[in-house]
């Protein structure tokens, strides 16, 4: 049974270190011991964490066998294949964010109802999608830097809702992510 998964990959279709560029649709292998971070090669179940480890510029559908090391996050295999590649833009980057933000909002407006800060920043964000401008993009850095302060300020919730809810905001983005390909705002090879 093939096995798929998500990696993260500059653009150009090049590792993240730069040494290395792929071919859609080769086999690539590695000898010897497979370990996460050090040998072989690396992806994610999830596209999430995969675009976690590289600032993406190309989100690649891969292909996995062989020998293989799992972490919660990562996968590291001896044997990968690129069976899709969908360009990775900016835009892509603040819709995922502005969708995830809407999603955990509501949280800390309860805790802090008069901080408008995080709201603001999602509509500046929204702003610089619609007018894409070195103005719009100054004040939506700004707006998202004094969010991210206003986040600090929540205190840690129960480790137990936070973990559910991590788990359950991670599986919405995903889902928006793939549900954002089908609509083919990603350019496909």
Known sequence: MKKYLWKSLKKGIVSARGDFKWELKKWYHEDGNIECCKKGFHASE??????SFVNCGVL???EVKGKNQKESDKQCWS???IVKIY????EDSVRLAIFAAEL???IFEKKYPNDKRPREAIEAAKNWLKNPTARAAARAANAANAAANAV???DAVDAARAAADAARILNKCEKFI???ICKGHFSKN
């Open 46 to 51: 999830n596209i999430v964490n995969a675009i």
């Open 60 to 62: 690649a559908k891969v």
């Open 79 to 81: 044997d990968m294949k």
């Open 87 to 90: 360009e990775w833009k900016k």
């Open 104 to 106: 955990v909002i509501d």
């Open 152 to 154: 600090y300020a929540v």
């Open 178 to 180: 793939l549900k954002e």
